[in-house]
């Protein structure tokens, strides 16, 4: 069965613990960490991060979309998340970062823009409790789903048999079904979850029905 990871990027921020509690069915809070450097947009940090954690029992992962991500990992592990997940393209040692993450007690997951190859992380797979694969340049919610990438899960899923494929961008009832088929395992979803005048929970559902999944 498919994990859903509701991203909270569109939920309505003076109302989160409301937002929180209403989407029943998470099984991951995705948090989208956004420096304003890597991507061109900000959005918040680890008090933000700490205060989701205190405020549920569902694991909290962050997607780093940061540079030097290095200088910021023990905050968000401190801030109670479970999962720290690094872009690729922000170091030229992936490696040692990896360990860094684990060193701190956090799963380790590494994040590939749609224009980087799979080959970026193929000698550190054994270390990876997760890959991330793009289906949008990161940056921004509600962002158009990129057909292109589905072969490059599919290649992800071969390449990480015992790994946990996540797949971020895009993804709403429309769009989970190919994702799993090709090999995905977590869906974030941001838009199709939080959205003004939604019911979350509902909307959760609504992904898993499209899987033929019970909710
Ligand atoms: C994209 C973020 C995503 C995004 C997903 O930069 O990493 O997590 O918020 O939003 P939707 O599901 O609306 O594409
Ligand atoms: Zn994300």
Redesign the pocket.
Known sequence: MALIAP????ADFLQLGDELRRAQGADIW?L?I?DGHF?P?LTFGPLLCAAVAKASNVPVEC?L?VERPQDLLARYAEAGAKRLIVHAETTAHLHRLVGEVHALGCQAGV?LNPGTPLAAIEEVRDELDLLLV????????????LRGQIDKIRRARQLLPDALIEV?????PNTAPDVVQAGADVL??????FAPGADPAERIKEIRRSLHESP
């Open positions: 991203s909270i990027l569109t995705h989208d956004m991507v947009n997607h979309m994040a793009m289906t949008v340049d990161p940056g921004f919610g509600g962002q158009s789903f971020d961008g895009g993804i709403g974030v979803a941001g838009s199709a979850v």
